[in-house]
C-alpha cells in the first residue's frame, strides 16, 4: 500500500507554534523532506525529532521528485516541511503533490502558520474577503500588478524582502488613493513583531531609518 504524504505547516519564527499533530506525525513518519536540512534542524532538535531527512526545495530537479515518490510506492511515509509557515504558500511543494496525486498517493495536509493570514488577522483591515498574491514580480509586469492592488475590491495581501519594502511603497504610492490605508506586518510570531498601519506617507515615516531588516507581509485596504 501507498505511503501517505503530510504537507506540514511549520512556525514562522516562533518555535512554540507547532501543533501537537504536526509533532506526532513529524515523530511517526519515515523521511521528513526539508526545503532546507539545515534550517529545519534547529526545529528538529528542538523537539527531539530524530527522524531521516531529505532535501526538497525550488531547485530539486525530477529525480528528486521521483526518489520521494518512489519511496511513498514503497509505503513510507514522507512529511514535507519548508523553512517557514506552509509548505506550498510561495514556497516548494506544488511538483511533488501534482506527482504524488499523479501516482493516486493520499496528500494530507496538516495546518498551522502561514504568514499571510498572521498578518492579516491582526491587521485591521477587512478580511471577508482578500487577495494573495505571494512575492510581487521585480520587473515585468510589477506596474500591472500595482494597477490591479488600487482598483482591488479585496484586501490585497502580499510578501515583500526587507530590501525592496521601501521601494515597493514609494511605487504603490503613485498608484494608490492618498488615503488608502495599508497594514505592515513586521517578525511575526518573533521578538520585534510589529504592526506599522496608516497610509504610506504614515507607514514610511514610522519604519525604522536606513535598509529595513526582517521578514514583511504588506496588506492594502480595498477603497
Ligand atoms: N510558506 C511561508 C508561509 O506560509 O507564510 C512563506 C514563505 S516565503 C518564502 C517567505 C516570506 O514570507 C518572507 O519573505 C516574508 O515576506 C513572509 N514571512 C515569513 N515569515 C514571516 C514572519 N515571521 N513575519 C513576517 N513575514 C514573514
Not at 495581501?157 to 488615503?179: A, G
Request: with cysteine; glycine share 6%; aromatic share 8%.
Amino acid at each position: 500500500m501507498n505511503g501517505i504524504l503530510y504537507i506540514i505547516a511549520t512556525p514562522i519564527g516562533n518555535l512554540e507554534d507547532l501543533t501537537f499533530r504536526a509533532k506526532r506525525i513529524l515523530e511517526t513518519v519515515d523521511w521528513i523532506a526539508c526545503e532546507d536540512t539545515r534550517h529545519s534542524s534547529i526545529l528538529l532538535n528542538h523537539y527531539g525529532i530524530r527522524k531521516p531527512t531529505i532535501s526538497f526545495h525550488s531547485h530539486s530537479g525530477v529525480t528528486k521528485v521521483e526518489k520521494i515518490i518512489e519511496a511513498l510506492v514503497e509505503g513510507k511515509s514522507v512529511a514535507l516541511i519548508s523553512d517557514a509557515g506552509t509548505p506550498g504558500i510561495s514556497d516548494p511543494a506544488y511538483v511533488l503533490i501534482q506527482a504524488a496525486l499523479k501516482d493516486k498517493i493520499q496528500v494530507v495536509p496538516v495546518p498551522g502558520p502561514s504568514a499571510v493570514v498572521t498578518a492579516l488577522c491582526a491587521s485591521g483591515l477587512p478580511t471577508d474577503k482578500f487577495l494573495y498574491l505571494g512575492f510581487l514580480p521585480v520587473k515585468k509586469g510589477r506596474q500591472t500588478l500595482f494597477k490591479a492592488i488600487a482598483d482591488s475590491p479585496y484586501t490585497v495581501v502580499f510578501y515583500e524582502s526587507p530590501h525592496r519594502l521601501l521601494r515597493t511603497l514609494s511605487e504603490l504610492e503613485k498608484v494608490l488613493k492618498r488615503d488608502t490605508q495599508l497594514a505592515v506586518a513586521k517578525e511575526l510570531t518573533k521578538i520585534h513583531e510589529t504592526f506599522f498601519r496608516g497610509t504610506v506617507a504614515d507607514i514610511q515615516k514610522k519604519l525604522p531609518a536606513g535598509n529595513p531588516k526582517g521578514e514583511y507581509v504588506v496588506m492594502v485596504k480595498p477603497n
